[in-house]
RNA sequence: GCCGGAGUGGUGGAAUUGGCAGACACGUCGGAUUCAAAAUCCGAUGCCCCUUAAAGGCGUGUGGGUUCGAGUCCCACCUCCGGCACCA
């Protein structure tokens, strides 16, 4: 019997089809049949892919493999496992491909779903297939765009410090809880201090609800609401037609997507408020069990900073001020400047007349810079003085206001105080512009370079406050008090992360449930029409241009006015048409996998509080969401940013249970291969590179130093470069060539033995026999190679073997639980090498090994769990359990040190006295030539570890 | 520049967290089988000294330190990878 992987995959891949051995049940009233309310849940969950119909390289499944080894273990150790899969279906890349190919986008995705799906059952994956969806479906876009009316519908309240339907703000207002002031902001009635502050109530900048006008009131609401429209800076990228969000541009100004250039402009798009909930965002990660490094990625761009609102008074005006956000107040007697960004709405009203000419040159010179070039002359200081000066509020001097482009618009209030000598960019900008530096914590050298360390302050005092002698943390806090006392600044938490724009001009996206009115009054669509679908069109596609000063034109525009305006009532009005980016389908996927075909909810309350409430052992749920989420950490602040703050939003209106999506998230490393760049950098096809010296393909000298190759494509000598897997960097393995060739099992195998799953990993195509011998061995030990005959013996093994088996499953166990997946078929390896030494394998031994190879290898081991005469499926056994005194040796092996280096080994029972062992070290030939003519100073004996022996 | 992470044989990687460094695998070398090759099987394999073996010396990026004992802890530095980047 030789070992054919091929039909035996087949056969178990159809068995499991067939029979549905991964549904899954679900709890409910009736519950599905089969499902047991008492067994502990476990809910894995993977990445939904895009089917951007490319194709899998060996580096997709990764995870995949990962995730599924892990779901069939928590299987058979008696959990409730949900791993489902869907497809990522909106969005550049599905729309890209279809434009690529001239096909609809719908029929695209149809048929890469297709693919990818096949792709994803030949690599042996025990989903649920019943729950899988894509985002495209028009039953889960339905819910995509009821959420986001949630988002419409709701604000944010910081007494309550959560989401709240905006009928309740509207409701505080009309109860007069809240007065309106002149920039918007809510007023707490009984807040009378700060009431008083501005004057008292009857100041004609401070309103009341029932005084605004019908339109006033909806601005108003509009400034509240989490979902809102408005005129902002945008990342205009003109060659992919369309608007980014912020985490969509890489730091040198390009798209993330396609590398192009993008451009800030103005322009009206819909935003989501999750600027409100920086604080939630940021406090969250403390509960949730993900890894540092993520979180600090999250933490950092959140960016939060204490500091202080300043205001200086602007020389010769009444009542012209300029605000400005410090981290340092405490230098604040050392601001020799101020500096505000060229587009600062101040400027125009500040600038004098001499300067104006100036000032508007520089002006027009920073905006029509796009980020690119913003970025790339970053060092070299630029600006241009006003004219004008500002009043220091600590010593009441005088001090120019300039406008530079180091100073931007978007961060804290666009304005800065300067203080060249305690920071760098201020002191680069004094010396370029011959501006006074003046130390106030001492320390450093300020003649030389900023000083940002700690010190006692100096030169810092006025008539009423000193600072002077403090350290920095101590005079923060002085110089703060100082300023609230006298009204002239506040202590401050600033954020470093914008609203998130969230329209896209695209045709393969939800659309926005949203109508305009002929006034552009904004009017949701009523639930019961959702969803709103997408109109059929030809010409679906961007169109692309290299100018930035051309106006977006979502495809959307040139749909019929049969879809693009509704009348209601009488009214006519036209649809919202931009789309939404594609990371709104995946922000609630997780959710909706829980409950797929609920037509009434985005998820039914019962299977969500099931899946997602983790119960504690004494029956007390703890807010545990997916139990395990495995991703690319590419998508940190992404992806993993925005489904937690759907999720929170969410959880604050009342529709999930717990107030994180997941609990627990891992970030699996990438599998990484060499590619090729000739001298232009441009990537040649990696298979064609060869080395001129031993004239072999590049491809088999992976493990040489590059510098002893002569690499050349086409007599073009090209350079290596090491990176990620992609079709792009044409370095591409076919997992569906490595199938072909060995087998789905060696490839999960494979994949897996390559390293710690966290870990990024070369992937080695000639390592690939390592384990598909394995397997060829764990063959023969069931089968004669001679005969064909059954290696079964029902007798139980020998001490030996069997000590060797329960100490594997501990070994196995405890790999599992800390996914140490290449350590758990090492060990696995180890025990079969054992066994091929058996002439016969013990029943027990072999269906406790089947057992634990099952989920890296499924089909070999239901085959071989057959083989044993035992009905399927082995996914649904228990996992073998092992037993302590199993473990327990007798007598034991310890090595014995003289001076810390190891001299000899002696063997002694396991209870063996600390006497004892000194005497059976000592007695060791070795270790006695060591201690000949020494004094043995001390004997240190570990139990079961060593003996390390001090002599001098 | 700032913030993370990582450096272990020819290669991928183990090491119960301070206790036998190099498990397991690839590769290489030797052998078996074969007309031959592939595949498969058995054995050896960190480096140095040595004909070989025993014994010994050196070894976890570099330099120091703590300790009976350091891949693991502390200090300084080097290299690579990732993120952020004029964020006040």
Request: proline share 7%.
């Amino acid at each position: 019997m030789k070992y054919d992987f091929a039909s035996i995959e087949q056969k178990w891949r159809d068995y499991w089809d067939r029979e549905q051995t991964f549904r899954t049940p679900n709890p409910g009233d009736p519950p599905d049949a089969g499902f047991d309310p008492d067994k502990p849940k476990f809910y894995v969950l993977d990445m939904f892919p895009y089917p951007s119909g490319v194709g899998l390289h060996v580096g997709h499944p990764l995870g995949y493999i990962a995730t599924d080894i892990l779901g069939r273990y928590k299987l058979m150790r008696g959990f409730n496992v949900l791993h489902p899969m869907g497809y990522d279906a909106f969005g550049l890349p599905a729309e890209q491909y279809a434009v690529e190919h001239n096909v609809h986008p719908r029929i695209t995705t149809e048929k890469n779903i297709a693919n990818m799906t096949a792709q994803l059952k030949r690599l042996g994956m025990g989903y649920d297939w019943s729950r899988c969806f894509a985002t495209t479906d028009p039953g889960y876009v339905k819910w995509t765009q009821w959420i986001f009316l949630q988002l419409y519908h709701s604000y944010f309240d910081p007494i309550e410090n959560k989401a709240m339907p905006i009928a309740h703000l509207i409701h505080q207002l009309e109860q007069q809880n809240y007065y309106v002031g002149i920039d918007g902001e809510l007023i707490n009635s009984a807040d009378t201090e700060n009431l008083e502050a501005l004057s008292g109530i009857g100041d004609p900048n401070v309103h009341k609800w029932h005084e605004l006008d019908p339109g006033q009131q909806a601005r108003l609401l509009d400034e509240y609401r989490l979902a809102y429209m408005d005129d902002v800076e945008v990342n205009w990228c003109p060659r992919l037609g369309t608007v980014l969000a912020n985490e969509e541009v890489t730091n040198d100004g390009r798209s993330e997507r396609g590398n192009f250039p993008v451009y800030k402009r103005p322009l009206k798009q819909w935003m989501l408020r999750i600027t409100a909930y920086c604080d939630r965002l940021i406090d969250g990660l403390d509960d949730i069990d993900w890894p540092e490094s993520i979180k600090l990625l999250q933490r950092n761009w959140i960016g939060k900073s204490l500091g202080a609102r300043v205001d200086f008074a602007v020389d010769g005006t009444d009542d012209a001020s300029i605000t400005v956000f410090t981290t340092r107040p405490d230098t604040l007697f050392g601001a020799t400047y101020m500096v505000l960004a060229p587009e600062h709405p101040l400027v125009g009203e500040i600038t004098t007349d001499a300067q104006l000419d100036a000032v508007e040159a520089y002006q027009r010179r920073a905006e029509s810079r796009s980020s690119v070039d913003r970025q790339a002359d970053a060092k070299e200081k630029t600006g241009v003085f006003t004219g004008a000066y500002a009043v220091n509020p600590v010593n009441d001097q005088a001090i120019p206001i300039w406008i530079a482009d180091y100073v931007m618009m978007g961060y804290g209030t666009g304005a800065i105080m300067a203080v060249p000598a305690h920071d760098e960019r201020d002191y680069a900008f004094a010396r370029t512009f011959d501006l006074p530096i003046v130390e106030v914590v001492s320390g450093g050298d300020v003649s030389k370079e900023a000083y940002t360390g700690n010190g006692p302050l100096i030169h810092s005092a006025n008539d009423e406050v000193s600072l002077n002698g403090l350290p920095v943390d101590e005079a923060k806090q002085r110089i703060t008090g100082w300023l609230e006392a006298r009204q002239l600044g506040w202590s401050q938490t600033q954020y470093r992360l914008r609203d998130w724009l969230f329209s896209r001009q695209r045709y393969w996206g939800e659309p926005f449930p949203i109508l305009h009115g002929p006034h552009g009054e904004i009017r949701p669509v009523d639930e019961a029409d959702l969803p709103v679908e997408l109109p059929e069109m030809d010409d679906f596609k961007p169109h692309g241009t290299d100018d930035p000063d051309a106006p977006p034109q979502p495809p959307l525009g040139r749909a019929g006015d049969e879809w693009k305006k509704v009348t209601i009532d009488g009214v006519e009005y036209t649809r919202e048409l931009n789309t939404m980016p594609n990371w709104a389908g995946s922000c609630w996927y997780y959710l909706r996998y829980l409950d797929p075909q609920n037509k009434d909810a985005l998820v039914g309350r019962e299977a969500e509080r099931y899946w997602m409430l983790s119960k504690k052992k004494d029956g007390s749920h703890h807010a545990g969401g997916i139990d395990l989420y495995i991703g690319g950490p590419e998508h940190a602040v992404l992806h993993l940013l925005y489904f937690r703050f759907w999720h929170q939003v969410l959880y604050d209106l009342g529709h999930v249970s717990t107030p994180e999506p997941a609990g627990r998230y891992f970030a699996q490393g990438y599998i990484q291969a060499f590619y090729y760049e000739d001298a232009k950098g441009v990537r040649v096809p990696a298979a064609d590179v060869i080395d001129q010296k031993s004239n072999q393909p590049a491809m088999e000298l992976q493990d040489k130093d590059e510098k002893e190759l002569e690499l050349v494509y086409e007599g073009r000598p090209v350079k290596r470069q090491y990176g990620k897997m992609g079709k792009s960097l044409k370095n591409a393995i076919d997992p569906v060539e490595v199938m072909d060739r060995y087998g789905c099992d060696t490839l999960r195998l494979y994949e897996m033995y390559l390293g710690p799953l966290e870990a990024s990993k070369t992937w080695n195509t000639q390592d690939i026999v390592g384990v598909h011998r394995f397997l060829q061995r764990v063959w023969r030990n069931f089968y004669d190679a001679d005969n064909g005959g059954l290696l079964i013996d029902e007798q139980a093994p020998d001490e030996a073997t069997l000590r060797l088996l329960h100490k594997t499953i501990q070994r196995v166990t405890d790999a599992m639980e800390s996914m140490g997946f290449n350590v758990a078929i090492a060990a696995l390896i180890e025990l079969n090498n054992a066994l091929v030494k058996l002439d016969k394998l013990p029943r027990v031994v072999a269906e406790s090994f089947v057992k634990m190879l099952a989920p890296f290898a499924p089909h070999v081991a239901e085959e071989l769990w057959a083989v044993l005469g035992q009905a399927p499926s082995v996914a649904h056994r228990d996992w073998p359990a092992y037993d302590p005194a199993l473990l327990v040796e007798d007598t034991i092996e310890l090595p014995v040190q003289v001076n810390g280096k190891l001299r000899g080994k002696v063997t002694v029972a396991a209870d063996a006295d600390d006497s004892a062992i000194e005497a059976a070290a000592r007695a060791d030939p070795n270790v006695a030539v060591q201690l000949d003519g020494k004094t043995v100073r001390k004997v240190i004996v570990i139990p079961k570890r060593l003996v390390n022996i001090v002599a001098s």
